[in-house]
């Protein structure tokens, strides 16, 4: 077991409050301007955000790194998805077996968390920038409520793992469950792109010993995509990815794609019917939904999905916090020919 514990009680004073007022929506080029819901609390700073709901309660991690602040992977929670407190972190440090497969690594990015199999599935990432030896790992938790005496977090260790000479990287995970109740992992940033593993429902870990790779999507030279997110919908799976750079501040050029396929493992393709495999992507999230201008490179999402209503949770560089990682959520919307247009 790792010391994998809640470092603060929920009600931790917020230390680096924020907010965000919402203006009203205006039309351009067919998507949605609108600064989404209107936040407040601790916001930043948020990168490669998590969501899930337990017990009327919304729980969202995120990336972090090492002397940033307290723990690894930040543990944030809301009453009402609108304001934001600091809950803890889920690793005190790096794992210590991540670091044989990602010497150089200095925090634990782009967690995905899921409820499967009857617990709580946080399933992580450990690299360095710029690099693709990298692995994925997998910590779990009967619950999150850390008041329950099952409460505690269990490292189980590698999931899945890449190396310098692999030509895909093995970070940003996020697991599918199937309309047939079969269990996907999705990974992936820059290399060739976008790729998928079955993984076994019980264990959590890959269901085979030398797992195929399904290839979902990928950009020409320098292939800048990654953070795969895929739910099922109307018989579609649908594929959401970044496309461009991250990471640089307010000068970020990231954006979010979707595409979709009959089937979890591909063909996906756009609104257009251009292949994912061949650079297609129909934009659902770019800077200038944001009249404000304020908010800029948004991506690397997840979907929540909550009593009837979707929502798209991501993050954006705040240009009047110096580029700060700021989490964003915006409602998501459906057109009548099935695709998502965020709000």
Not at 228 to 245: C, K, M, Q, T, V
Request: aromatic residues 12%; proline residues 6%; charged residues 20%.
């Amino acid at each position: 077991m790792t010391g994998c514990w809640l470092i603060a009680a929920f009600a931790l004073t917020v230390v680096a409050a924020s907010s965000v007022a919402g203006d009203e929506p205006a039309q351009s080029s067919g998507i949605l301007q609108t600064p989404g819901l209107a936040l407040a609390g601790d916001l930043q700073p948020v990168h490669d955000p998590a969501i899930i709901k337990h017990q009327n309660r919304y729980h969202l991690f995120s990336t972090s790194h090492v002397g940033e602040e307290p723990g690894l992977v930040h543990w944030r929670v809301s009453d009402d998805l609108r304001t934001w407190r600091r809950g803890g972190a889920v690793f005190d440090s790096i794992p210590a077996w991540a670091l044989d497969y990602a010497l150089d690594a200095r925090g634990v990015w782009a967690p995905d968390i899921i409820h499967a199999s009857g617990e709580y599935r946080l399933y992580y990432s450990v690299s360095s920038f710029g690099k693709n030896a990298s692995a994925i790992g997998l910590a779990a938790n009967a619950t999150l409520d850390p008041s329950d005496e099952r409460f505690g977090w269990i490292d189980r260790g590698l999931v899945f793992f890449s190396r310098e000479g692999d030509d895909f990287n093995a970070i940003d995970p996020n697991l599918l469950i199937d309309a047939e109740g079969r269990h996907w992992l999705s990974f992936g940033s820059f290399w060739t792109g976008l790729k998928m593993i079955a993984i076994d429902p019980e264990s959590g870990l890959p269901a085979e010993k030398q797992p195929t790779l399904h290839s979902l999507a990928r950009r020409p030279s320098p292939g800048a995509v990654e953070a795969p997110f895929i739910i099922e919908r109307g018989g579609y799976y649908y594929l959401f990815a970044s496309f461009d750079f991250c990471c640089r501040g307010a000068a970020s050029t990231y954006y979010t794609v979707v595409g979709r396929a009959s089937s979890p493992t591909g063909p996906y393709v756009d609104r257009d019917g251009v292949g994912m495999m061949a650079g297609g992507g129909s934009v659902v999230l770019h800077a200038g939904q944001d009249p404000t201008e304020r908010f800029f490179g948004p991506g690397h999402v997840a979907i929540l999905r909550d009593g009837g209503a979707d929502y798209i949770v991501h993050h954006a560089y705040d240009a009047r916090r110096g580029g700060a990682p700021t989490l964003r959520i915006r409602k998501l919307e459906w057109t009548q020919d099935g695709w998502p247009r965020a709000r």
